[in-house]
């Protein structure tokens, strides 16, 4: 191959390049991925987060790699999109014997989408998202394990956690099945379905996230399926269960988009998620690949997704509900259950950030952990969408407010940068269309959401209500981040006492504020709840106005104390009489 301006670049090789890239990118991506068992076994939380972070980067890194040795092969041929299309064949042909070949597809068109910095879609040059679905085309079957029940569901979850082992021995393994078989059994009781469980089928791989492993499988009855989900805890004294998981709900909330990523290591993905979406079908695939840490191909999905739903409806872009952010229009189709966030050219007062430190804060939340109440915002470059779809209010406004990020191109609406992420309702339009009751729960979910963020060691900045929303669990969540920062880089302090009449008819503070200082006493006078809504707040959550919650939280996450936020409800076993031993929630 001639490496300078010559004609005679070989298709095959440049393919061939590409190729590579991916499978030393998917190698190292699971080199990290098994690192989870030992981090688990060793209770090693810190090195723990530093795998997520670096596997999170690993993709970007891998392609610009791959994008500068391209320019040195192709030289002034870089941008003959004719020579591309050879490559695009070559490629194809060379990754049809692989599993997971949509990944593969994916990976080659993050390639020349930053060659070509493509505008929309070019299927001359990439693979079509809209032809890209990878649970269609699964290879081989789903990696995992059947336990048939031969009379007793003790016998069958002895015969389990015999497979499940670690070098950390589990802390009394005949208590630890008694658990499990005692939970299962009673939620068939439950169910009307006792004595009726054929067999558990698991997935061989362990799924790790931060201080969790989790067994996950589904078990199958004579004429019903559930979800099964074994949490487990590494303690001082070994291994527990730390609780059983057995509705989809519950699972899907464990499974859900404001979650950090699991890592379990996954030779072929796609039949992993199709056996995922046969335990909660109502989950969108793109949150299951993006939840297993394959983000871009999560991004493919969604973007999938949303271009065929706009081939079967007619509804038009308008803007979201809510009041209007200062930092981001935001923009919804009615009839798809996505938002669209665009960063404002300009800021309006008393906003002092700039374009890049947004950036840099949604950047924030996506290697951190989210702790299930911050939404996973996917970030997408030159989306083109039919000018026809948009309503004349929102297209004038998108030019108007971000006419840097927003253009017309023919008859398409170029916007040069924007996330989406999974729509919610406005956490104050909710208090204020919801009934007292509704209300009230909503109001204490938003302090336990305050709590969460902050034991994750995020503190949201601003706390208005209009920057939180409600899932259609009724879960709230948090989605502004232009505010947000570390519980960490915060200075909180009580508002000093007044020194008299003249320091309290002050129009402004009568003490020097800091720029990282903040008063938490403030916090209940500008949420605008009402009365009785804000008398919930405060029995719940009263110590979240007080400075010292703050400042002993933060003194113990710079002690390097874990602290954890589960995704379900932990289970805790003691014995009762010398008789059987009952589950206890703590």
Not at 258 to 269: E, M, P
Not at 325 to 354: C, Q
Request: glycine share 4%; hydrophobic share 40%.
């Amino acid at each position: 191959m001639t490496r300078t301006g010559s004609a005679q670049v070989d298709p095959a090789e440049i393919s061939a390049i590409v190729v590579d890239g991916f499978i030393n990118y998917n190698d190292d991506f699971r080199k990290i991925t098994r690192r989870a068992k030992k981090r688990f076994e060793t209770r090693d939380w810190s090195s723990n987060q530093s795998d997520a972070v670096e596997r999170i980067e690993l993709y970007d890194t891998s392609v610009g790699r791959i994008v500068t040795v391209v320019k040195g092969s192709m030289a002034a041929r870089l941008h003959d999109k004719s020579l591309w299309a050879l490559v695009k064949e070559q490629y194809a042909h060379q990754i049809q014997h692989y599993a997971d070949t949509e990944f593969f597809k994916t990976y080659f068109s993050s390639v020349t989408r930053r060659v070509f910095s493509t505008i929309g879609v070019d299927p001359l040059v990439e693979f079509i998202a809209l032809d890209i679905k990878p649970t269609e085309h699964m290879f081989g079957t789903v990696n995992s394990k059947v336990y048939r029940n031969r009379g007793e569901t003790q016998f069958l979850f002895d015969e389990l956690l015999v497979d499940y082992a670690f070098t950390t021995p589990y802390r009394n393994i005949d208590q630890t099945i008694r658990f499990i078989s005692a939970e299962v059994d009673a939620y068939c009781a439950a169910h009307n379905r006792l004595n009726s469980i054929r067999q558990v089928e698991i997935l061989r791989p362990i799924f790790y996230r931060t201080t969790r492993a989790y067994i996950v499988g589904r078990i199958d009855g004579d004429d019903w399926v559930c979800p099964l989900v074994i949490a487990l805890k590494n303690t001082d004294e070994g291994i527990v269960a730390d609780a059983i998981i057995l509705s989809e709900h519950d699972v899907s909330m464990l499974f859900g988009f404001t979650r950090s990523y699991f890592h379990a290591d996954l030779a072929v993905v796609s039949t992993t998620v199709a056996f995922l979406n046969s335990m909660m079908p109502k989950k969108p695939i793109a949150e299951l690949y993006t939840v297993l840490g394959r983000a871009k191909q999560g991004k493919t999905e969604r973007y999938r997704s949303l271009f065929q739903h706009l081939g079967k409806s007619s509804d038009s872009f308008v803007q979201a509900r809510g009041d209007k952010g200062m930092v981001m229009v935001v923009f919804t189709l009615p009839s798809y259950d996505i938002v669209f966030k665009v960063i404002r050219d300009r800021f309006a007062y008393p906003k002092t950030i700039g374009r890049k430190d947004v950036i840099e804060k949604y950047q924030l939340v996506f290697k951190h952990d989210r702790a299930g109440r911050l939404v996973d915002a996917q970030e997408f470059r030159r989306l083109r969408l039919d000018r026809a779809r948009f309503t004349d209010e929102l297209l004038d406004e998108l030019l108007t407010a971000c006419g840097d990020t927003c253009r017309i191109v023919n008859d398409f609406v170029v916007i040069e940068h924007v996330y989406m992420e999974r729509r919610l309702t406005p956490l104050n339009l909710y208090l204020r269309e919801a009934d007292e009751e509704a209300a009230r729960h909503a109001a204490i979910d938003y302090g336990q959401a305050i709590r969460d963020l902050a034991l994750s060691n995020v503190f949201p900045g601003d706390l208005l209500l209009k920057n939180f929303g409600l899932t259609r669990h009724g879960r709230v969540i948090f989605y502004d981040y232009d505010e947000l920062c570390l519980v960490t880089d915060c200075n909180f302090r009580k508002i000093p006492e007044a020194r008299g009449d003249i320091d309290e008819m002050r129009a402004g503070a009568w003490f020097y504020v800091g720029p990282h200082d903040i008063f938490p006493e403030q916090f209940i006078e500008f949420l605008g709840f009402q009365e009785d809504v804000r008398r919930a707040f405060i029995e719940h959550h009263a110590e979240l106005l007080t400075a010292d919650y703050w400042a002993n939280l933060k003194k113990r996450h710079q002690s390097g104390e874990v602290l954890e936020v589960l995704p379900y409800t932990a289970k805790q076993w003691t014995e009762h009489k010398g008789h059987a031993l009952y589950p206890t929630a703590t």
